[in-house]
Structures are given as structure tokens and as C-alpha cells.
């Protein structure tokens, strides 16, 4: 099986994509190993900062060491250079907040999953004809779940998962499903600033593991 592939089934299987940054590395790490404990297997992280690449380098080596079977992806990947660095530091999947056509190519041609932000029909043909297999809708707030609803029998053969403006409730996430994504990507709805700042691990472990139940429940 193609890292691709693989990507993309633990992803879909799991419903749903946690993703944060946070500047402080130990903070990373803890909230890294709460969603490993709450039964999470893939995880962006989001380059947002100065801090990124070695937070995710440390990230990388904590997951090596302790995590068997959790992918770590990176996030906010807006250029060539940036998709170069984290590639050579590990990162299992690469996402975007739109299409970076010579990222897609870089990946594609080493097989990891590219999953870049579309918003329009003529962004998602564009990444469909550059070889990517999975689409995140983005800002989903923005879209809504209609817009999935209305688009998807024209690409019957991508995977869609919306990031931005999914909430943690069961009305939010199956109205997502519903239209026909495969996951949800979850921010800071579920690990929230404020969260972070208190270091409420607890909370972000119990709230991880209803939504995924709230998941295989909807899917049921």
C-alpha cells in the first residue's frame, strides 16, 4: 500500500483530523500524546510560527519513540521550500489552505499525500488534474455543507473533508457527513486556545473521544 493510500484510510477511518500549533514544545507534546490516548492515529500540525519546524522535529521524535501507528502531518504548507523542510523532517501528509501546484508535484512524485484548501469547482479540477486524490474545503464556514452537496457528483472519485467552522456537535458534524465528506477537520473548536493555555488535557481527551464516537455513530 502507497503512503498515499495509507494517508488517506487512516484519516477516513478516524472520521475526523485534529489540528493545532502551539509555540510552547512541551505543550505540543502533551497535547500530541492526549490525542494519541484518546484514540487519534493522524494529526496535523499546523506551521503557524517561527517555533514550527523544531517543535514538529520533536514532534516527530516523541511519535517515534512512544506513538506506534500515529501519522503526523504537517499543516499551512504555502510553498515549495516549506514542503521540502518538512518532508525531510518526517511529516507522513502535507496540507494546505489552497493548491501550491509545484507542492503537489513534489509530493505526488514521492508518494505522500498532498491535501490541498479549495474553495471553487475550478480549484478542485486544477488539483484533480495535478494527481491529488484528496480535497480539504476551505474555510468551510465559509462553504457550508451545501456547497459539498451541490459539487460532489461532479467529483466522484476525490475525498473531501471541510477544515473551519465545524463544530463538536452531532447536528454540525452530520450535516458535514451527510453531504458527503469523508472526514471532518477539527480545530479550534475542539483544542482551543484557551484549552492550551490552561493546559486542559483532560478536557481535549474527553472531547476527542466523543466526537469520534459521535462519528461511528453517525456512520452507523
Known sequence: MST?????????????????????????????K??????????EYT??????????????????AEMPGMLLGIG???NLAQAETYYLAGADFFISPGFVPEVASFLIGKEVLYAPGCMTPTEIIAAENA???FIKLFPGNILGPDFMSGIKDV?????????????TTRQSIETWFNAGVSAV???????????????????????????LELIENIRN
Open 76 to 78: 499551512t504548507i504555502k
Open 155 to 167: 467529483f466522484p472519485n476525490l475525498i473531501f473533508m471541510p477544515t473551519g467552522g465545524v463544530d
Open 131 to 133: 494527481g491529488v486524490k
Open 47 to 64: 506551521s503557524r510560527g517561527p517555533e514550527a519546524i523544531a517543535n514538529f522535529q520533536k514532534l516527530i521524535e516523541v511519535r517515534n
Open 185 to 211: 477537520g477539527m480545530g479550534s473548536k475542539l483544542i482551543s486556545k484557551n484549552i492550551m493555555e490552561n493546559e486542559a488535557y483532560d478536557t481535549i481527551e474527553k472531547e476527542t473521544k466523543r466526537v
Open 34 to 43: 492526549t490525542l494519541y490516548n484518546a484514540g487519534i492515529r493522524a494529526v
Open 4 to 32: 498515499i493510500e495509507n494517508a488517506i484510510e487512516v484519516i477516513v477511518k478516524q472520521g475526523m483530523l485534529p489540528l493545532y500549533f502551539n509555540a510552547a514544545e512541551n505543550k505540543s507534546v502533551s497535547i500530541l
